[in-house]
């Protein structure tokens, strides 16, 4: 059974930092390419961070410069720390997993105060 659970969402002002983790299980998470997805109300998933099984990177382009996505494989654990939040990226984050099929977690609540 896949679980992704992601922990680490909460309430901070802006400018302010949170550090999201996921943890995984009942995956292949060494040769998972990992990523965070958030949404907010009333909007679409959006596309947030992706790093490869390889460790390679990407962002969208309205978080790029100020977080950043590692993961530990020992631990089969995803993290995006994030810095320098704002209103905007009040959302529920969403950790994901693709090794041929694509899983997805419950999501985190962050709520970035002005």
């Known amino acids: 059974q896949v679980q992704l659970v992601e922990s680490g969402g909460g309430l901070v002002q802006a400018g302010g930092s949170l550090r999201l983790s996921c943890a995984a299980s009942g995956i292949i998470f060494s040769l998972s390419n990992m990523g965070w997805y958030r949404q907010a109300p009333g909007k679409q998933r959006e596309f947030v961070a992706r790093?490869?099984?390889?460790?390679?990177?990407n962002y969208g382009d309205s978080v790029k410069g100020r977080f950043t996505i590692s993961r530990d494989n020992a631990k089969k654990t995803v993290y995006l720390q994030m810095n320098s939040l704002k209103p905007e990226d009040t959302a529920v984050y969403y950790c994901?997993?693709?090794?041929?099929?694509?899983?997805w977690g419950q999501g985190t609540q962050v709520t970035v105060s002005s």
């Open positions: 790093i490869t099984r390889g460790g390679s990177t």
């Open positions: 994901s997993s693709v090794f041929g099929s694509q899983y």
